[in-house]
């Protein structure tokens, strides 16, 4: 009876991996043309103590090849006990080329993030609003590739993909090999029109659809979802104006974490968001892509008390290395373009990471930026 309940699981998730990895391939790299940029930005970075990546995302934003009075920075200060605000001022000094503004924020609501951007969108210059981190970096052709997609396509929401730039060792790879995956279900269910997911790192929308929407108005209870629970509500409201843009040059890079601790919590608070999931595909995936770990741990328990024989519990296992790693490869052909491994040991240590994160994502609390939210 346990051998058939590990098979039903994944032969479930088997159907639902097969169906992002066919929507993955059905998303079209964007190719790039020589029109004249004439889309407005105003990129929006809200941070707190985040005085060691200020440098590297403001470096990266110094050199966009992008004409400076078609864009601004808004740096939205979330309470910084470091010298972050320093950092902020001494570029915008050194910059005064670029537009910028720097912002205290205002805490409104249960999302420190969602009350940044919300903070910044009454004193915009431009019509299009562009979400990054603070530990980010963006290519110099990042806002011409987004321009130039927007005045091909006419969207009100683009996503993009975000990466990982990692050092050789084994924790940071395990981190791109998690990210990956999350960026390959991004694809994937844009390209069979069940998109759910996005990442507030690489975000672009209009003002005014961010209005209309009522920007995060009902989704405020949650401290994340600045990126997916707002996505959620623009598909609802308009799917064929949120689209996603597949180019290398809209790809923006991120730092792993060096801690386990910090990994988890982050991650708690990501899979935090599920529960307030409204999207009937985005809630029933990320139920079977849980059971489907939870179950090979549990297998793993039952194995070890002689309920189940190890053969069958290898067949599973391998059924689903084998389906990960297909997704797992498209996604690093779009995102990293280099050699390829998903490493055994990153494969069983996966499951048991990801059933502790989910179940205590669902009644636990988290730390984050050096508070602690309540589920």
């Known amino acids: 009876m346990i051998e058939v309940v590990l098979y039903l699981i994944a032969a479930i998730y088997v159907v639902f991996i097969a169906q992002l990895i066919y929507g993955f391939n059905k998303v079209k790299t964007f190719e790039r043309t020589e029109v004249k940029p004439k889309t407005s930005f105003s990129i929006i970075v809200p941070f707190r103590n985040e005085a060691k990546n200020l440098p590297k995302l403001l470096k990266s934003i110094s050199k966009l090849k992008y004409p400076k009075e078609l864009f601004e920075i808004i740096l939205v200060d979330d309470f910084s006990s470091d010298t972050s605000e320093r950092i902020c001022i001494q570029w915008r000094m050194a910059n005064g080329l670029i537009e910028s503004t720097l912002l205290e924020n205002l805490r409104l609501s249960n999302s420190p993030k969602k009350d940044a951007i919300s903070r910044a969108v009454p004193i915009l210059k431009h019509e299009w609003m562009v979400t990054t981190d603070a530990d980010c970096v963006v290519s110099k052709d990042w806002l011409l590739t987004l321009d130039n997609f927007i005045q091909q396509n006419n969207p009100e929401m683009v996503v993009g993909a975000v990466v990982y730039k990692t050092k050789n060792n084994w924790f940071h790879h395990f981190q791109q090999l998690d990210l990956m995956s999350l960026q390959g279900t991004t694809i994937g269910s844009f390209g069979i029109e069940k998109p759910f997911m996005c990442n507030g790192a690489n975000?672009?929308?209009?003002?005014?659809?961010?209005?209309?929407?009522?920007?995060?108005?009902?989704?405020?209870?949650?401290?994340?979802?600045?990126?997916?629970?707002?996505?959620?509500?623009?598909?609802?409201?308009?799917?064929?104006?949120?689209?996603?843009?597949?180019?290398?040059?809209?790809?923006?890079?991120?730092?792993?974490?060096?801690?386990?601790?910090?990994?988890?919590?982050?991650?708690?608070?990501?899979?935090?968001?599920?529960?307030?999931?409204?999207?009937?595909?985005?809630?029933?995936?990320?139920?079977?892509?849980?059971?489907?770990?939870?179950?090979?741990?549990?297998?793993?328990?039952?194995?070890?008390?002689?309920?189940?024989?190890?053969?069958?519990?290898?067949?599973?296992?391998?059924?689903?290395?084998?389906?990960?790693?297909?997704?797992?490869?498209?996604?690093?052909?779009?995102?990293?373009?280099?050699?390829?491994?998903?490493?055994?040991?990153?494969?069983?240590?996966?499951?048991?990471?990801?059933?502790?994160?989910?179940?205590?994502?669902?009644?636990?609390?988290?730390?984050?930026?050096?508070?602690?939210?309540?589920?």
């Open 203 to 375: 975000f672009a929308y209009t003002k005014k659809f961010f209005q209309e929407l009522g920007g995060f108005r009902g989704i405020n209870s949650t401290a994340s979802g600045d990126d997916v629970l707002l996505l959620q509500k623009a598909v609802a409201a308009n799917s064929d104006k949120v689209l996603y843009l597949k180019n290398k040059e809209f790809i923006v890079k991120t730092k792993p974490v060096n801690d386990l601790f910090v990994l988890f919590m982050q991650r708690v608070r990501w899979a935090s968001k599920t529960t307030s999931y409204k999207n009937v595909y985005a809630k029933s995936l990320a139920v079977v892509v849980l059971m489907m770990n939870l179950s090979l741990v549990l297998g793993f328990g039952f194995w070890v008390l002689g309920k189940i024989g190890i053969w069958n519990l290898s067949i599973v296992f391998f059924i689903k290395y084998i389906i990960d790693y297909i997704l797992l490869y498209k996604s690093n052909q779009y995102l990293n373009k280099g050699k390829f491994l998903l490493p055994l040991a990153s494969s069983l240590v996966y499951p048991v990471f990801s059933s502790l994160v989910g179940v205590y994502s669902l009644f636990g609390s988290f730390t984050w930026k050096q508070r602690r939210f309540s589920k």
